[in-house]
T-cell receptor, first 109, second 116 residues
């Protein structure tokens, strides 16, 4: 079963633009993580935000978490063609990660 | 530092045949995970090991799937017999385990299985 649900399912933007992806979940969590998956490859961890945090930054990434709404967003600023990938949110509870279906981001050069 | 290693990367078999996947986690990572990823979906946990103990195998279809991590390091996931619906990517991941440091999982490249 999948808890997280990303929105939109697919997103196409031009290089240099910002990309925002959203994630909603259903049950209580310890943390929420975002992963990236390039075509045909494994997942790469991007960022982790704990349930008592509201916002976190890492390079061009900004993640927010609203536990009252059970939602999170991932913002990628100044996107590059190399950011083209699927992005998954995963809710963490007791060392178990539950992934959503992902958002397919295409950054056009 | 070497990442999670999986082999083979691709496997094509006929239905009813057995198949096995191997995973070597990052050195020092006590926790090992096997995930199944269907096309267009996120990964779904099959089994989690803490050292050599399977602490969560509730999602593993035990009639045809088995896994082992005998010495608490590398692990093997087996399917016998394989069915058409088993075609998917099988991902292995590892983490430090225990405490806050163990929350981030590191994934291998996966084994893409095609059952004909």
């Amino acid at each position: 079963s999948q808890q997280g649900e990303e929105d939109p399912q697919a997103l196409s933007i031009q290089e240099g633009e910002n990309a925002t992806m959203n994630c909603s979940y259903k049950t209580s969590i310890n943390n929420l993580q975002w992963y990236r998956q390039n075509s045909g490859r494994g997942l790469v961890h991007l960022i982790l935000i704990r349930s008592n945090e509201r916002e976190k930054h890492s390079g061009r990434l900004r993640v927010t978490l609203d536990t009252s709404k059970k939602s999170s967003s991932l913002l990628i600023t100044a996107s590059r063609a190399a950011d083209t990938a699927s992005y998954f949110c995963a809710t963490g509870s007791n060392y178990k990660l539950t992934f959503g279906k992902g958002t397919l981001l295409t950054v056009n050069p | 530092e070497a990442g999670v290693v999986q082999s083979p990367r691709y496997k094509i078999i006929e239905k009813k045949q057995p198949v096995a996947f191997w995973c070597n986690p990052i050195s020092g990572h006590n926790t090992l995970y096997w995930y199944l990823q269907n096309l267009g979906q996120g990964p779904e946990l099959l089994i989690r090991y803490e050292n050599e103990e399977a602490v969560d195998d509730s999602q593993l279809p035990k009639d045809r799937f088995s896994a082992e991590r005998l010495k608490g390091v590398d692990s093997t996931l087996k399917i016998q017999p394989a069915e058409l619906g088993d075609s998917a990517v099988y991902l292995c991941a590892s983490s430090l385990g225990g405490g806050l440091r163990g929350e981030t999982q590191y994934f291998g490249p996966g084994t893409r299985l095609l059952v004909l």
